[in-house]
Nanobody, 115 residues
C-alpha cells in the first residue's frame, strides 16, 4: 500500500553536504512518523533521525548537530539535510514510515564520504 523511494545520495568529500529525499506514495494518510536509518557494510542498520506527523524531531547522538530532518506534507516527502559529513557517515540510507501498526521501508540511497 505504501511505497517509499529515496534519492539524493552520492559521493561527497569530508565536510561536504548532501540532502536526501524520501517520496512516499500510496496509503500515506494517518502515518505516525517518518524516519531515516542507515546501514554500513558489515554493520547493523541504525537509527539516524525521525519526525512525527506533528513535526516533532529526534536524532541519534552522532548526527544531532549535523543532520536535520524535515517534511513537506503537500509533496508527501521527507528530507534529511546532512552537513559536515564524515567518512563514518558512509552507508546505505533508508527511509522508513510508521503508519498505524505497520512499518514500510524504501530501497535505500548510497552515501559515500571520501577524499
Amino acid at each position: 500500500q505504501v511505497q517509499l523511494v529515496e534519492s539524493g545520495g552520492g559521493l561527497v568529500q569530508p565536510g561536504g553536504s548532501l540532502r536526501l529525499s524520501c517520496a512516499a506514495s500510496g496509503s500515506v494518510a494517518n502515518f505516525n512518523a517518518m524516519l531515516w536509518y542507515r546501514q554500513a557494510p558489515g554493520k547493523e542498520r541504525e537509527f539516524v533521525a525521525a519526525i512525527s506527523s506533528g513535526g516533532i524531531t529526534s536524532y541519534a547522538d552522532h548526527v544531532k548537530d549535523r543532520f536535520t530532518i524535515s517534511g513537506e506534507n503537500t509533496k508527501n516527502t521527507v528530507y534529511l539535510q546532512m552537513n559536515n559529513l564524515k567518512p563514518e557517515d558512509t552507508a546505505l540510507y533508508y527511509c522508513h514510515m510508521r503508519r498505524l501498526a505497520t512499518g514500510y521501508w524504501g530501497q535505500g540511497t548510497q552515501v559515500t564520504v571520501s577524499s
